[in-house]
Protein backbone atom coordinates (compact mmCIF):
# COMPACT_ATOMS: atom_id res chain seq x y z
CA UNK A 1 0.00 0.00 0.00
CA UNK A 2 1.28 3.27 -0.88
CA UNK A 3 0.83 5.77 1.78
CA UNK A 4 0.17 9.44 0.82
CA UNK A 5 4.19 10.93 1.19
CA UNK A 6 5.26 8.21 -1.03
CA UNK A 7 3.00 9.34 -3.44
CA UNK A 8 3.88 13.44 -3.04
CA UNK A 9 7.77 11.94 -3.19
CA UNK A 10 7.02 9.98 -6.79
CA UNK A 11 5.20 12.34 -8.35
CA UNK A 12 7.66 15.47 -7.14
CA UNK A 13 10.73 13.28 -8.17
CA UNK A 14 8.63 12.87 -11.84
CA UNK A 15 8.68 16.15 -12.17
CA UNK A 16 11.73 16.33 -11.70
CA UNK A 17 13.06 14.22 -14.05
CA UNK A 18 10.87 15.91 -16.34
CA UNK A 19 12.11 19.41 -15.49
CA UNK A 20 15.88 18.24 -15.82
CA UNK A 21 15.55 16.95 -18.78
CA UNK A 22 13.24 20.14 -20.38
CA UNK A 23 16.27 22.11 -18.99
CA UNK A 24 18.99 20.30 -20.55
CA UNK A 25 17.06 20.36 -24.08
CA UNK A 26 16.57 24.21 -23.57
CA UNK A 27 18.40 27.17 -24.31
CA UNK A 28 21.97 27.47 -22.76
CA UNK A 29 21.20 31.30 -22.00
CA UNK A 30 17.77 30.48 -19.81
CA UNK A 31 18.24 30.69 -15.86
CA UNK A 32 17.98 27.41 -14.36
CA UNK A 33 15.04 26.60 -12.55
CA UNK A 34 13.96 25.33 -9.31
CA UNK A 35 13.86 21.84 -10.04
CA UNK A 36 13.11 20.61 -6.40
CA UNK A 37 10.97 22.39 -4.31
CA UNK A 38 7.73 23.86 -6.45
CA UNK A 39 5.41 25.82 -4.45
CA UNK A 40 2.89 23.26 -3.41
CA UNK A 41 -0.89 24.58 -4.07
CA UNK A 42 -2.41 24.15 -0.59
CA UNK A 43 -5.06 25.48 1.31
CA UNK A 44 -3.63 27.81 4.05
CA UNK A 45 -5.15 27.05 7.65
CA UNK A 46 -7.21 30.18 8.94
CA UNK A 47 -5.15 33.19 10.67
CA UNK A 48 -6.29 33.91 14.16
CA UNK A 49 -8.30 37.29 13.93
CA UNK A 50 -6.91 38.56 17.28
CA UNK A 51 -3.04 38.30 18.15
CA UNK A 52 -1.90 35.96 20.57
CA UNK A 53 1.17 35.91 22.09
CA UNK A 54 3.35 33.49 19.99
CA UNK A 55 3.08 35.97 17.24
CA UNK A 56 4.94 38.70 19.77
CA UNK A 57 8.05 39.15 18.59
CA UNK A 58 10.74 37.03 19.91
CA UNK A 59 13.47 38.31 21.63
CA UNK A 60 15.18 34.99 22.37
CA UNK A 61 18.82 33.23 23.37
CA UNK A 62 19.77 29.91 22.94
CA UNK A 63 21.42 28.18 26.13
CA UNK A 64 23.74 25.08 25.23
CA UNK A 65 24.43 22.26 27.77
CA UNK A 66 26.47 20.31 25.07
CA UNK A 67 29.91 20.27 26.78
CA UNK A 68 28.22 22.25 29.57
CA UNK A 69 29.14 25.21 27.15
CA UNK A 70 26.66 27.95 29.07
CA UNK A 71 25.14 25.47 31.91
CA UNK A 72 25.46 23.41 34.25
CA UNK A 73 28.64 25.37 35.98
CA UNK A 74 31.20 22.77 35.26
CA UNK A 75 32.53 23.13 38.63
CA UNK A 76 29.29 22.13 40.24
CA UNK A 77 30.26 18.71 38.71
CA UNK A 78 32.86 17.70 40.65
CA UNK A 79 31.20 18.39 43.57
CA UNK A 80 31.17 15.11 46.71
CA UNK A 81 27.74 16.07 47.82
CA UNK A 82 24.88 15.67 45.97
CA UNK A 83 22.91 18.43 47.44
CA UNK A 84 25.56 21.05 47.26
CA UNK A 85 25.81 19.89 43.43
CA UNK A 86 21.96 20.33 42.44
CA UNK A 87 21.96 24.10 44.43
CA UNK A 88 24.89 24.90 42.27
CA UNK A 89 23.16 23.83 39.31
CA UNK A 90 19.90 25.29 40.41
CA UNK A 91 21.05 28.61 41.43
CA UNK A 92 23.25 29.22 38.63
CA UNK A 93 19.98 28.45 36.29
CA UNK A 94 18.34 31.15 38.48
CA UNK A 95 20.67 33.38 38.51
CA UNK A 96 20.89 33.35 34.07
CA UNK A 97 17.20 34.06 34.05
CA UNK A 98 17.27 36.69 36.09
CA UNK A 99 19.48 38.22 34.01
CA UNK A 100 17.93 37.62 30.97
CA UNK A 101 14.74 38.61 32.55
CA UNK A 102 16.35 42.15 32.89
CA UNK A 103 17.58 42.08 29.65
CA UNK A 104 14.37 41.62 28.11
CA UNK A 105 14.38 38.19 26.77
CA UNK A 106 11.52 36.42 26.41
CA UNK A 107 12.06 32.91 24.89
CA UNK A 108 15.40 30.50 26.04
CA UNK A 109 15.57 27.85 23.62
CA UNK A 110 16.81 25.33 26.17
CA UNK A 111 18.86 22.23 24.76
CA UNK A 112 17.64 19.12 26.64
CA UNK A 113 19.12 16.74 24.46
CA UNK A 114 22.53 17.59 23.44
CA UNK A 115 23.45 14.11 22.39
CA UNK A 116 22.43 10.80 23.20
CA UNK A 117 21.90 11.54 26.75
CA UNK A 118 18.42 13.72 28.08
CA UNK A 119 18.25 16.97 30.47
CA UNK A 120 14.75 15.39 31.76
CA UNK A 121 13.67 12.09 33.28
CA UNK A 122 13.22 9.65 29.85
CA UNK A 123 12.30 6.82 29.44
CA UNK A 124 13.80 6.64 26.47
CA UNK A 125 17.69 7.92 27.11
CA UNK A 126 19.89 7.54 29.82
CA UNK A 127 20.21 10.68 32.03
CA UNK A 128 22.81 13.32 30.78
CA UNK A 129 26.51 12.87 32.10
CA UNK A 130 26.59 16.92 31.36
CA UNK A 131 24.66 16.76 35.30
CA UNK A 132 26.89 14.80 37.20
CA UNK A 133 29.87 13.38 35.06
CA UNK A 134 28.56 10.04 34.36
CA UNK A 135 26.10 8.80 31.96
CA UNK A 136 23.08 7.20 33.52
CA UNK A 137 23.20 8.78 36.82
CA UNK A 138 20.59 10.39 38.32
CA UNK A 139 20.79 14.10 39.18
CA UNK A 140 18.26 14.29 42.18
CA UNK A 141 16.26 16.76 39.90
CA UNK A 142 14.62 17.15 37.12
CA UNK A 143 16.44 20.27 35.06
CA UNK A 144 13.80 20.49 32.48
CA UNK A 145 10.86 20.22 35.08
CA UNK A 146 12.88 23.26 37.13
CA UNK A 147 13.51 25.51 34.13
CA UNK A 148 10.35 25.51 32.84
CA UNK A 149 8.59 26.25 36.25
CA UNK A 150 11.62 29.13 36.66
CA UNK A 151 10.96 30.57 33.49
CA UNK A 152 6.97 30.40 33.79
CA UNK A 153 7.32 32.67 36.87
CA UNK A 154 9.38 35.00 35.12
CA UNK A 155 6.40 35.05 32.00
CA UNK A 156 9.58 33.53 29.57
CA UNK A 157 8.98 30.57 27.14
CA UNK A 158 10.76 27.62 26.65
CA UNK A 159 11.56 25.44 23.62
CA UNK A 160 13.06 22.34 23.91
CA UNK A 161 16.08 22.10 21.59
CA UNK A 162 17.19 18.99 20.85
CA UNK A 163 20.22 17.37 18.38
CA UNK A 164 18.36 14.59 16.64
CA UNK A 165 21.33 12.61 15.53
CA UNK A 166 23.96 12.95 17.57
CA UNK A 167 24.88 10.00 20.22
CA UNK A 168 28.62 11.69 21.69
CA UNK A 169 30.98 14.33 20.46
CA UNK A 170 33.79 12.49 20.43
CA UNK A 171 35.03 8.91 19.88
CA UNK A 172 37.78 8.63 22.44
CA UNK A 173 38.21 5.33 24.21
CA UNK A 174 37.02 6.60 26.89
CA UNK A 175 33.42 7.88 25.40
CA UNK A 176 33.11 4.70 23.92
CA UNK A 177 33.77 2.94 27.86
CA UNK A 178 30.96 4.95 29.60
CA UNK A 179 28.33 4.45 26.62
CA UNK A 180 28.68 0.82 27.12
CA UNK A 181 28.40 0.71 30.72
CA UNK A 182 24.94 1.95 29.81
CA UNK A 183 24.38 -1.37 29.12
CA UNK A 184 22.54 -2.65 32.60
CA UNK A 185 20.94 0.36 33.14
CA UNK A 186 16.85 1.22 32.27
CA UNK A 187 16.99 3.16 29.65
CA UNK A 188 20.70 2.23 28.38
CA UNK A 189 22.14 4.40 25.64
CA UNK A 190 20.94 3.83 21.95
CA UNK A 191 24.74 3.09 21.40
CA UNK A 192 24.50 -0.37 22.97
CA UNK A 193 20.86 -0.73 22.48
CA UNK A 194 20.78 -0.31 18.44
CA UNK A 195 24.40 -0.74 17.83
CA UNK A 196 23.35 -1.15 14.09
CA UNK A 197 22.17 2.52 13.49
CA UNK A 198 24.83 3.82 14.97
CA UNK A 199 27.77 5.66 12.76
CA UNK A 200 30.77 7.75 12.75
CA UNK A 201 30.39 11.48 10.96
CA UNK A 202 32.74 14.49 11.49
CA UNK A 203 34.47 12.69 14.20
CA UNK A 204 31.06 12.42 16.41
CA UNK A 205 28.88 9.58 17.02
CA UNK A 206 25.62 9.71 15.29
CA UNK A 207 22.37 7.79 14.57
CA UNK A 208 22.37 6.95 10.57
CA UNK A 209 18.88 9.51 9.44
CA UNK A 210 18.66 6.76 6.68
CA UNK A 211 17.03 3.89 9.11
CA UNK A 212 13.43 4.47 9.65
CA UNK A 213 13.32 2.89 13.12
CA UNK A 214 15.82 5.64 13.99
CA UNK A 215 13.74 8.58 12.58
CA UNK A 216 10.50 6.89 14.99
CA UNK A 217 13.27 6.66 17.94
CA UNK A 218 13.88 10.36 17.26
CA UNK A 219 10.45 10.73 17.07
CA UNK A 220 9.15 9.17 20.34
CA UNK A 221 11.82 11.07 21.88
CA UNK A 222 10.31 14.63 20.82
CA UNK A 223 6.38 13.11 22.07
CA UNK A 224 8.08 11.96 25.32
CA UNK A 225 8.99 15.74 25.93
CA UNK A 226 5.67 17.93 24.44
CA UNK A 227 3.90 14.64 26.44
CA UNK A 228 4.77 14.95 29.88
CA UNK A 229 6.47 18.50 30.21
CA UNK A 230 4.28 22.26 29.30
CA UNK A 231 6.66 23.23 26.93
CA UNK A 232 6.09 26.11 24.59
CA UNK A 233 8.28 24.79 21.74
CA UNK A 234 10.30 22.40 20.32
CA UNK A 235 13.48 23.01 18.50
CA UNK A 236 16.09 20.67 16.32
CA UNK A 237 19.10 22.60 15.57
CA UNK A 238 20.84 22.33 12.22
CA UNK A 239 22.44 18.72 12.81
CA UNK A 240 20.77 16.47 10.37
CA UNK A 241 23.59 15.02 8.37
CA UNK A 242 25.97 16.37 9.74
CA UNK A 243 29.94 15.26 8.50
CA UNK A 244 33.65 16.47 7.28
CA UNK A 245 35.77 15.52 4.44
CA UNK A 246 38.19 13.78 7.11
CA UNK A 247 34.94 11.73 8.55
CA UNK A 248 32.24 11.44 6.26
CA UNK A 249 28.93 9.77 7.54
CA UNK A 250 29.65 5.83 5.83
CA UNK A 251 25.66 5.29 5.03
CA UNK A 252 26.34 3.35 1.54
CA UNK A 253 24.87 0.24 3.15
CA UNK A 254 21.44 2.35 3.96
CA UNK A 255 21.82 3.34 0.65
CA UNK A 256 21.60 0.03 -0.68
CA UNK A 257 18.83 -1.07 1.70
CA UNK A 258 16.42 1.81 1.63
CA UNK A 259 17.05 4.05 -1.55
CA UNK A 260 15.84 2.12 -4.50
CA UNK A 261 13.89 4.48 -6.44
CA UNK A 262 16.37 7.07 -5.67
CA UNK A 263 18.00 9.16 -8.81
CA UNK A 264 21.29 9.72 -6.13
CA UNK A 265 22.04 9.67 -2.80
CA UNK A 266 21.60 13.09 -2.08
CA UNK A 267 18.10 12.96 -3.31
CA UNK A 268 17.78 9.87 -0.31
CA UNK A 269 19.78 11.68 2.16
CA UNK A 270 17.04 14.48 2.12
CA UNK A 271 14.06 12.55 1.55
CA UNK A 272 15.39 10.70 5.28
CA UNK A 273 15.49 14.64 7.05
CA UNK A 274 12.05 15.34 4.86
CA UNK A 275 10.61 12.17 6.49
CA UNK A 276 12.07 13.06 10.13
CA UNK A 277 10.44 16.69 9.98
CA UNK A 278 6.99 15.40 8.67
CA UNK A 279 6.87 12.59 11.28
CA UNK A 280 7.55 15.23 14.28
CA UNK A 281 5.53 17.93 12.77
CA UNK A 282 2.42 15.29 12.65
CA UNK A 283 3.02 14.29 16.05
CA UNK A 284 3.57 17.55 17.92
CA UNK A 285 0.65 18.85 16.18
CA UNK A 286 -1.73 15.48 17.24
CA UNK A 287 -0.49 15.79 20.39
CA UNK A 288 -0.66 19.29 21.60
CA UNK A 289 -1.21 21.42 19.01
CA UNK A 290 -0.22 24.43 20.83
CA UNK A 291 3.11 23.46 21.27
CA UNK A 292 5.51 25.66 17.82
CA UNK A 293 7.95 23.36 16.39
CA UNK A 294 10.98 24.71 14.71
CA UNK A 295 14.14 24.38 13.37
CA UNK A 296 17.14 26.63 13.13
CA UNK A 297 18.86 25.56 9.92
CA UNK A 298 22.13 27.08 8.37
CA UNK A 299 21.21 30.17 7.38
CA UNK A 300 21.52 29.41 3.24
CA UNK A 301 19.52 27.73 1.90
CA UNK A 302 21.05 27.68 -1.85
CA UNK A 303 23.49 29.49 -3.77
CA UNK A 304 21.62 31.16 -6.59
CA UNK A 305 24.50 29.75 -8.61
CA UNK A 306 23.03 26.44 -8.17
CA UNK A 307 18.76 27.29 -8.27
CA UNK A 308 17.44 30.41 -9.07
CA UNK A 309 15.16 30.24 -6.20
CA UNK A 310 18.67 30.71 -3.79
CA UNK A 311 20.27 33.57 -2.02
CA UNK A 312 22.87 36.10 -3.74
CA UNK A 313 25.70 34.27 -1.77
CA UNK A 314 28.33 32.03 -1.87
CA UNK A 315 28.02 30.19 1.79
CA UNK A 316 27.85 26.26 2.90
CA UNK A 317 24.09 25.84 1.84
CA UNK A 318 21.45 23.39 4.30
CA UNK A 319 20.55 21.82 0.85
CA UNK A 320 23.42 20.68 0.05
CA UNK A 321 25.77 20.55 2.89
CA UNK A 322 23.27 19.10 5.40
CA UNK A 323 20.72 17.32 2.83
CA UNK A 324 17.82 20.16 4.48
CA UNK A 325 15.37 21.32 2.23
CA UNK A 326 14.62 23.84 5.05
CA UNK A 327 12.24 26.35 2.15
CA UNK A 328 10.45 23.18 1.09
CA UNK A 329 9.64 22.15 4.77
CA UNK A 330 8.28 26.51 5.52
CA UNK A 331 6.81 26.05 2.04
CA UNK A 332 4.56 23.23 3.26
CA UNK A 333 3.50 24.18 6.46
CA UNK A 334 5.99 21.75 8.43
CA UNK A 335 7.13 24.32 10.40
CA UNK A 336 5.45 27.11 13.29
CA UNK A 337 8.47 28.73 12.94
CA UNK A 338 12.39 28.91 11.40
CA UNK A 339 15.57 30.35 12.85
CA UNK A 340 17.92 30.58 10.28
CA UNK A 341 21.87 31.17 11.47
CA UNK A 342 22.42 34.47 9.79
CA UNK A 343 26.08 34.94 12.07
CA UNK A 344 27.45 37.33 9.00
CA UNK A 345 27.73 41.06 9.32
CA UNK A 346 26.71 43.38 6.95
CA UNK A 347 29.90 43.56 4.89
CA UNK A 348 30.57 39.94 4.46
CA UNK A 349 30.07 39.31 0.67
CA UNK A 350 29.83 35.98 0.47
CA UNK A 351 26.46 35.67 2.85
CA UNK A 352 25.82 39.07 3.84
CA UNK A 353 23.02 39.65 6.93
CA UNK A 354 20.48 41.88 5.26
CA UNK A 355 20.64 40.18 1.81
CA UNK A 356 19.82 36.61 3.70
CA UNK A 357 17.29 38.52 6.28
CA UNK A 358 15.46 39.48 3.07
CA UNK A 359 15.90 36.17 1.30
CA UNK A 360 13.93 34.89 4.49
CA UNK A 361 11.27 37.00 5.07
CA UNK A 362 10.47 36.58 1.18
CA UNK A 363 10.47 32.34 1.58
CA UNK A 364 7.47 32.94 4.69
CA UNK A 365 5.77 35.55 3.33
CA UNK A 366 3.43 33.59 1.40
CA UNK A 367 3.34 30.98 4.52
CA UNK A 368 1.73 30.81 7.82
CA UNK A 369 5.99 30.32 9.37
CA UNK A 370 7.24 32.10 11.14
CA UNK A 371 10.78 33.94 10.89
CA UNK A 372 13.48 34.27 13.69
CA UNK A 373 16.96 35.19 12.62
CA UNK A 374 19.63 33.57 14.71
CA UNK A 375 22.41 35.94 15.11
CA UNK A 376 26.16 35.68 16.16
CA UNK A 377 26.78 36.97 19.56
CA UNK A 378 29.45 34.97 20.05
CA UNK A 379 31.68 36.62 17.41
CA UNK A 380 30.41 40.34 18.58
CA UNK A 381 34.02 42.07 20.06
CA UNK A 382 36.59 39.25 18.76
CA UNK A 383 38.84 40.43 16.07
CA UNK A 384 38.73 38.77 12.51
CA UNK A 385 40.07 39.39 9.30
CA UNK A 386 37.52 38.57 7.75
CA UNK A 387 34.92 40.17 9.50
CA UNK A 388 36.63 43.29 11.26
CA UNK A 389 33.01 44.71 11.87
CA UNK A 390 32.45 42.66 14.94
CA UNK A 391 35.11 45.13 16.66
CA UNK A 392 34.05 48.36 15.46
CA UNK A 393 32.70 50.01 18.83
CA UNK A 394 33.02 46.69 20.15
CA UNK A 395 30.51 45.55 17.74
CA UNK A 396 27.52 47.64 18.85
CA UNK A 397 27.17 49.29 15.67
CA UNK A 398 26.63 45.87 13.52
CA UNK A 399 24.57 45.07 16.29
CA UNK A 400 22.27 47.55 16.01
CA UNK A 401 21.94 47.32 12.18
CA UNK A 402 21.35 43.97 12.35
CA UNK A 403 18.36 44.44 14.96
CA UNK A 404 17.09 47.40 12.94
CA UNK A 405 16.94 45.59 10.50
CA UNK A 406 14.62 42.84 11.97
CA UNK A 407 12.42 44.99 13.97
CA UNK A 408 11.65 47.11 10.32
CA UNK A 409 11.37 43.81 7.67
CA UNK A 410 7.88 42.78 6.84
CA UNK A 411 7.90 39.46 8.40
CA UNK A 412 10.73 38.66 10.12
CA UNK A 413 9.18 38.52 13.76
CA UNK A 414 12.38 37.61 16.24
CA UNK A 415 15.50 37.53 16.84
CA UNK A 416 17.93 35.12 18.82
CA UNK A 417 21.36 35.55 20.29
CA UNK A 418 23.59 32.29 20.14
CA UNK A 419 24.38 31.72 22.72
CA UNK A 420 23.97 32.92 26.28
CA UNK A 421 27.43 32.48 27.88
CA UNK A 422 28.36 35.45 25.79
CA UNK A 423 26.30 37.18 27.37
CA UNK A 424 28.46 36.96 30.58
CA UNK A 425 32.19 37.33 28.36
CA UNK A 426 34.19 40.75 28.68
CA UNK A 427 34.67 41.28 25.27
CA UNK A 428 30.62 41.76 24.70
CA UNK A 429 29.72 43.95 27.59
CA UNK A 430 29.17 46.84 25.27
CA UNK A 431 26.85 45.39 23.60
CA UNK A 432 25.13 43.89 26.45
CA UNK A 433 24.70 47.33 28.05
CA UNK A 434 23.43 48.25 24.67
CA UNK A 435 20.74 45.15 24.74
CA UNK A 436 19.78 46.28 27.94
CA UNK A 437 18.85 50.02 27.12
CA UNK A 438 16.80 48.95 24.10
CA UNK A 439 15.14 45.50 25.12
CA UNK A 440 15.63 45.88 28.91
CA UNK A 441 12.84 45.66 31.37
Not at 148 to 160: C, N, P, S, T, Y
Not at 349 to 377: M, S
Request: aromatic content about 10%; overall charge neutral.
Amino acid sequence: MINSSTRFFCAARNRLLLAAALLLAGCASEPPKSLVTPFPAVTPPPQPTTPTAAQQPVRGVWLATVSRLDWPPVNSVNLSSAAQRISLQKQALIDKLDKLQRLGINTVFFQVKPDGTALWRSDILPWSDMLTGTIGADPGYDPLAFMLDEAHKRGMKVHAWLNPYRVAVNTRPATLAALNRTLTLHPASVYVLHRDWIRTAGDRLVVDPGIPDARDWITSIVAEVVTRYPVDGVQFDDYFYAETADSPLNDAQTFRTYGQGFASKADWRRHNTQQLIEQVSRTIKQLKPQVAFGVSPAGVWRNLSHDAAGSDTRGAAAYDEAFADTRRWVQQGLLDYIAPQLYWPFAREAARYDVLARWWADVVKPTHTRLYIGVALYKVGEPSRTEPDWTVQSGVPELKRQLDLNEATSGIEGTILFREDYLNQPQTQQAVNYLQQRWGN
